[in-house]
């Protein structure tokens, strides 16, 4: 499906940016120079009729992303909480993306509800509301179980989502192609790769049986969390359509007036939010990956309520580590220190010269710390960070899109709280105790003792084991040949299993 009949689709995304009036005020928000700004509406006249004319009720970009379809929503979504990218007044404008989107109707909700769980709206629920929250892919109805009583949310796909979305990826994926060619430097960014990432978080968000499945995993991860709350599942009506949890009463984290009058003190909620999410992907290694307004909720006990589990983000122990040194050392400022990390970790080459990389990434920190938070544009450090990413040939680490894409989606919901807020400085007691726990003596002495039980289980196959790598290594005679079989890494290796064997021997003589 990716041919060139997509072209047709991208013309048509930047005639319907002409047409609504879009293209100029984007544009106007992020602070375009005037070359571009011609440019663009040289490029963009010409298509002007071919574009889509959406609603004309609503503003401009509104218009433009609803009428080009879901995956244009969920852009626009991320730009919401960026008020320091596109501005206080564009970002609340395009917060209603996230949960107030035109609804689908009844009846469709129904035929959902009947084909996926098998029985009757009125069988099932005593009571089932209109919908009280509409976004890209889904809508909510408040319902409550016939035979309990219980107060249940009830989230249901839109009818042909699946379809729609294909054919948005599908677009995208000849896009990055298209600049993958025409743009051989773009390609140490890998943009299919980038889209393919996109492409799979999407066909999770398409399968509420996933959606269940992240759910009910992130409330065991933090069921102990003070102050963080997910709601509880029924697994009895959920199917791949259809999700059913708990009702979460609270007032939507994007009401700041409402949250003022509550009593709620939104300098607090804003550090919460930042503390949470780099708690939970720190220490476990599990976060939500969509933590806009439109996915969280304040209860009356003060208590942050997730909701919507459809992206979620894992990274291994390995990489949590080093994210965690990596933001320590920017905290510290000890700009030598993460490039040190970034060297070993791969993110850089090593025919990089490191103390040239500390300079830069001072150059990108430095600005940050000692200043006003409202006066940092984003967009322009994140232009710096990406020129320097660039002269040092890093390569997008695909693994780490989601985590740095949340990032900077919690960083805006935080500050839309607290627009004084300093993310370093919240975020340092959190990365301080992960690195406390994790990247010190006690730390190695885990992982000496995980190698250990590893090993253990290979106890009666060790002593052929053994024997057959001493017979390989002794049996090759060519010395440039017989390096690589042990290198740095391979001596390493064995002190660990050397010292993984001693512990168990100490274990089996102490017992």
Known sequence: MRGPHNIWRLIRTGATFERTGAMKQILEAVDAPPALRIAARIMGWPFKWLGLRGDPDMPPILRALTALGPAYIKFGQILSTRPDVVGDELAAELRILQDKLPPFSMIEARKAIEAELGAEVETLFSEFSEPIAAASIAQVHRATLRDTGQDVAVKILRPDIERLFRRDIDAFYFAAGIIEFLSPASRRLHPNDVVAHFDSVVKGELDLRMEASAAAEFHATTEQDKGFR?????????????????????????????LLAAGHDLKELGARVIQMFLRHALRDGYFHADMHQGNLKVADNG?????????????????????????MGFIQKDYRKVAEVHFEAGYVPADQDVAEFAQALRSVGEPIFGADASHISMARLLAHLFDVTEQFGMETRIELILLQRTMVVVEGVARSLDPELNMWEVARPVVETYIMDNVGPKAIARDLMATARIVARFGPRLPKLTETALIRLTSEKEPERRAPLLGSAGYFGLGIIAASLLIIALQLTQG
Do not use: Q
């Open 303 to 327: 208590d942050l309520i997730a909701l919507d589990f459809g992206i979620m983000g894992r990274i291994d122990e390995y990489t949590r580590r080093v994210y965690a040194e990596i933001l």
């Open 230 to 258: 997910v709601p509880r599942l029924n697994w009895n009506l959920c199917a791949r359509r259809v999700m059913t949890l708990e009702w979460a009463e609270g007032i939507p984290l994007g009401d700041n007036e409402a």
